[in-house]
């Protein structure tokens, strides 16, 4: 009952925001794992893309906007294991100026606060715990604030010539592996030079080399090397708490992506993650789609291997971040098939015994088929999980959509710490989704209702850090942007 009375205290908190609706264009329809999703901001409409003549005008016809996110999210343990609830409200804006002999200027940051919460920060009497979820909604190295937080986001210098497009600065960029990761209420945003080339038919080239990252849920920028650890760092391969954190040392991060249309369904990337002195990486992906009946049927595949670079971060094999010839390999297949309004997938991803899949989750969430909000695979080796996935966009309510996924993640024995990083047993979860771009005199705001469910199906040997916040747990999540 105490648990439902939160519930219900913190959407009251979210009602008024309902009144600020106003102006905005309606969101793009999300995937079909149900994540909360936070769309780009718009972009320049052809008319406001057009070259400036003076400095003055290229200020004048900038173009501004603006975004208002609040997000209650709640954590229901078994038994008298503890629970966890917060509501974070956020606000931001941006400014990017029209363009002047090619150049353009960007700038923008964001402001959050937490509004209600229970202690996100003391650990619990009993067994140690903390809060898992709820503690991203604000600023993780520091839990026990509740004044309001920011920090700058976009500071960047962008250069247009032809199609292609160079930005050197803060940016948001979105790539398989470097990603938002935005299901809190800020993403996750780089900065360095980042290249974009566009002059091949139907191929685009990107390359990157960053130096610093803001971190979702953070409210400070650090180097690529001391971004790594903020997040909790799990065990190393002998089951001692992993030390990296501040540890490491690199001189930053080059990306290098390729991606081709091939005929009208089916398309290929690769992409190359280099960390110095820490590992690389490789993502590859092919989809393809034909008709079927009256829908289409298409099918997908994903490739990743991983290897350590240098001294993994430290010459120190305690204090490194990728232990020494380590190797990972990762593969993973979706079958889907969308007619009309509904959409159905089956996934499958696994990761070899060779080693654990790492990659920092401060950058980004793995794109596995699997995937699912709330958890992730990176951390593991020796994994194999199935879901399913399934989406209607409702026909009678125009926006409105419906998901759910349902999968089963089988992973090395918690106590196997050089396959298992993070002590997560195996489990099940079950994800349901409705979300409803608003419209008339609400036009501009979106919500989102997301729940899960977690559940075990390994042994925990009854011991509670192997269960709390991780499995045999309930989730509800309302969420709701404003952008004008």
Request: aromatic share 12%; glycine share 10%.
């Amino acid at each position: 009952m105490n648990f439902l009375l939160r519930l219900g205290v913190a959407a009251l908190l979210l009602a008024p925001l309902a009144a600020r609706a106003q102006q905005a264009e309606p969101a793009p329809t999300l995937p079909t794992t149900g994540r909360p999703v936070l769309p780009p901001y718009t972009g320049p409409t052809e008319s406001d893309s057009l070259p400036a003549r003076t400095l003055a005008e290229a200020f004048g016809r900038g173009q501004w906007h603006g975004r208002v996110r609040n997000y209650f999210m709640a954590t229901h343990n078994q038994g008298d294991l503890p629970d966890y609830y917060a509501n974070g409200l956020g606000a931001g804006a941006r400014l990017e100026t029209a363009p002047l002999h090619g150049f353009s200027v960007g700038a923008g940051g964001f402001f959050w606060v937490n509004l209600a919460s229970n202690d996100l920060a003391t650990p619990d009497a009993t067994t140690g715990a903390v809060s898992r979820y709820e503690v991203g909604l604000f600023d993780v190295s520091d839990p026990a604030r509740r004044q309001l937080t920011g920090r700058p986001e976009e500071l960047f210098v962008r250069y247009r010539w032809r199609q292609s497009v160079a930005t050197f600065g803060r940016q948001l960029l979105v790539t398989p592996l470097i990603n938002p990761q935005d299901g809190r209420l800020s993403p996750n945003y780089e900065q360095g030079l980042w290249l974009e080339v566009n002059e091949l038919a139907h191929t685009r080239i990107t390359a990157g080399w960053l130096t610093h990252v803001a971190v979702r849920s953070t409210s400070e920028w650090a180097s690529v090397a001391n971004s790594i650890g903020l997040y909790p760092t799990g065990v190393d391969e002998a089951g001692k708490r992993a030390l990296y954190a501040s540890n490491l040392s690199s001189r930053g991060l080059g990306v290098l992506g390729l991606s081709r249309q091939l005929g009208t369904r089916t398309r290929v990337q690769a992409w190359n993650y280099y960390v110095d002195n820490l590992f690389n990486s490789l993502f590859t992906e092919l989809t393809t789609g034909r008709d079927v009946g009256a829908g289409q049927l298409t099918l997908g595949g994903q490739y990743h291997y991983q290897r350590t670079v240098g001294t993994g971060g430290n010459a120190d094999p305690r204090l490194a971040y990728s232990a020494p010839g380590r190797q990972a390999h990762a593969l993973s297949a979706r079958l889907s098939y969308q007619r009309g309004p509904w959409s159905l997938s089956a996934n499958y991803t696994r990761i070899t015994r060779t080693g654990r899949f790492l990659f920092p989750r401060e950058w980004g969430r793995e794109p596995f088929y699997t995937f699912l909000p709330r958890e992730r695979e990176e951390g593991f080796g020796g994994l194999d999980a199935a879901a399913l996935l399934a989406s209607y966009a409702v026909p009678a309510v125009p926006g409105l959509k419906a998901e759910a996924g349902y999968g089963h993640y089988y992973l090395p024995d918690v106590r196997n710490f050089r396959l298992n990083k993070y002590g997560m047993p195996s489990y099940s979860q079950l994800n349901a989704s409705l979300s409803y771009p608003f419209r008339g005199w609400a036009k501009g705001l979106r919500g989102q209702l997301l729940y899960l469910y977690k559940a075990s199906l390994g042994d925990t040997y009854g011991e509670a850090r192997y269960v709390v916040n991780k499995v045999d747990m309930h989730q509800p999540n309302l969420i709701l942007n404003y952008d004008f």
